[in-house]
Each structure stands twice: as C-alpha cells, then as structure tokens.
C-alpha cells in the first residue's frame, strides 16, 4: 500500500518562500506523474501544478507560474514545490497526489 505525505506548510510573510514536500512510501515516485492541488477555504481544490514521471516535463497554472517550481529528488523519493514571492491568496491546504493516493495535506497560510 503505497503513501503519500506532505510537509512544509506554515506561516509566512506575503513575499517569502515556503517549500513543500511529498514524501511516497510504498511505491517509487519516479514512475509516476505527481500533481500539487490546493483548496482554500470555502473553495474548490484546484491543481496547481505537476511533474511527468517520462521527461520530468512541468506544467504550472497561470496563477503561479514563475513563482513556484516543481521538482523531484529521486534518490530521497520525494518531489518540492518551492514556492517564492508568497501571496494572501496562496493560503490554502496543499496536497500532492499520483492517480492512486494523495496525501493528507500540508497547511500555508500567508499573512503579514
């Protein structure tokens, strides 16, 4: 049974950098494609961004490009999604996921 668990959330200034990371057990992450998806309160989760499990390719949406990047570290079986230049509106629970699993969230909150 494979697992996946997030990490890296907390409390930042708008402007500041957070990076998360989804740590898999059970399976090995370079296989698979993993996305990032965030909720907000009182919103639908949406997905932000992911990394392709053949090339490694990126897609980010519109809302943080240039602001945050995906990435993998095999050898530690874990992907980041380092996230600069910090927004209110980044406030969300962040979770990453592969088809079969998805983790149980990481909490950002950004407030001065």
């Known amino acids: 049974q494979g697992q996946l668990v997030e990490s890296g959330g907390g409390l930042v200034q708008p402007g500041g950098s957070l990076r998360l990371s989804c740590a898999a057990s059970?399976?090995?992450?370079?296989?698979?494609?993993i996305g990032w998806y965030r909720q907000a309160p009182g919103k639908e989760r949406e997905g932000l961004s992911c990394?392709?499990?053949?090339?490694?390719?990126?897609y980010y949406e519109d809302s943080i490009k240039g602001r945050f990047t995906v990435s993998r570290d095999n050898a530690k079986n874990t992907v980041y999604l380092q996230m600069n230049s910090l927004k209110p509106e980044d406030a969300a629970v962040y979770y990453c996921?592969?088809?079969?699993?998805w983790g149980q969230g990481t909490q950002v909150t950004v407030s001065s």
């Open positions: 990394i392709s499990s053949s090339d490694d390719s990126t």
């Open positions: 996921a592969e088809l079969r699993y």
């Open positions: 059970g399976f090995t992450l370079d296989d698979y494609a």
